[in-house]
């Protein structure tokens, strides 16, 4: 079982920045596929970024693309999202998922494993 504890959520004005961090509770990080996803007041959740177990590629839905950027750190077991330049309608819960997989991409509905979740509030 992967526990994963997101951490940094918090209320900053548009366009200023905030970075996300999950930390994953497995011996083997190096080998899970990570992802960040979130979820609108009385929407569905949707996928943000997602970043191979090697670090070496990335992928972004568009509506981040140049705003946002995953990386990982595997000596920490943490996965992050830099998140620039935000905007009001990225207000959400943004979850952390991982997937034990060493292929790439992975589909969305593939994620295995679910933080609780953490609260970004964008002001205007």
């Known amino acids: 079982q992967v526990q994963l504890v997101e951490s940094g959520g918090g209320l900053v004005q548009a366009g200023g920045s905030l970075r996300l961090s999950c930390t994953a509770s497995?011996?083997?990080?190096?080998?899970?596929?990570m992802g960040w996803f979130r979820q609108a007041p009385g929407k569905e959740r949707e996928f943000v970024a997602g970043?191979?177990?090697?670090?070496?590629?990335?992928y972004y839905t568009d509506y981040v693309k140049g705003r946002f950027t995953i990386s990982r750190d595997n000596a920490k077991n943490t996965v992050y999202l830099q998140m620039n330049s935000l905007k009001p309608e990225d207000t959400a819960v943004y979850y952390c998922?991982?997937?034990?997989?060493?292929?790439?991409?992975?589909?969305?509905?593939?994620?295995?494993?679910w933080g609780q979740g953490t609260q970004v509030t964008v002001s205007s």
């Open positions: 970043i191979s177990y090697s670090d070496t590629r990335t």
């Open positions: 998922a991982a997937k034990r997989s060493l292929a790439w991409p992975i589909a969305q509905n593939e994620y295995e494993y």
């Open positions: 497995v011996r083997t990080f190096s080998i899970y596929a």
